[in-house]
Nanobody, 111 residues
Framework: QLQLVESGGDLVQTGGSLRLSCVSTGAVFSSNLLSWYHQAPGKQRELVAR???????NYAESVRGRFTISNGSSKNTLFLQMNNLKPDDTVVYYC?????WGHGTRVTVSS
């Protein structure tokens, strides 16, 4: 059974960087589209970035130019490089392959 496990969330200062990872266990990613979402307390989960099998990427306006989504060379890992972090980026980030959600990793950006 495929599971997605995120890691890399941490406490950083404004302007700092983090790299989130999402590793599939039990099976290799088998989706045409892999995504990162985030969810703030009391709000709906929102798309942050996604990448297709052809490495076509899309980003939310709020993160474009600061975040980069990429596939790992092992084909079972997804990354989100987050630069120039802002306090508004303080949310839980989830990996999603179109069917399965990870449990999330929390990012906290201090002002």
């Amino acid at each position: 059974q495929l599971q997605l496990v995120e890691s890399g969330g941490d406490l950083v200062q404004t302007g700092g960087s983090l790299r989130l990872s999402c590793v599939s266990t039990g099976a290799v990613f088998s989706s045409n589209l892999l995504s990162w979402y985030h969810q703030a307390p009391g709000k709906q989960r929102e798309l942050v970035a996604r990448i297709s099998l052809l490495n076509v990427t899309n980003y939310a306006e709020s993160v474009r130019g600061r975040f980069t989504i990429s596939n790992g060379s092992s084909k079972n890992t997804l990354f989100l490089q987050m630069n120039n972090l802002k306090p508004d980026d303080t949310v839980v980030y989830y990996c999603y392959n179109g069917v399965v959600w990870g449990h999330g990793t929390r990012v906290t950006v201090s002002s």
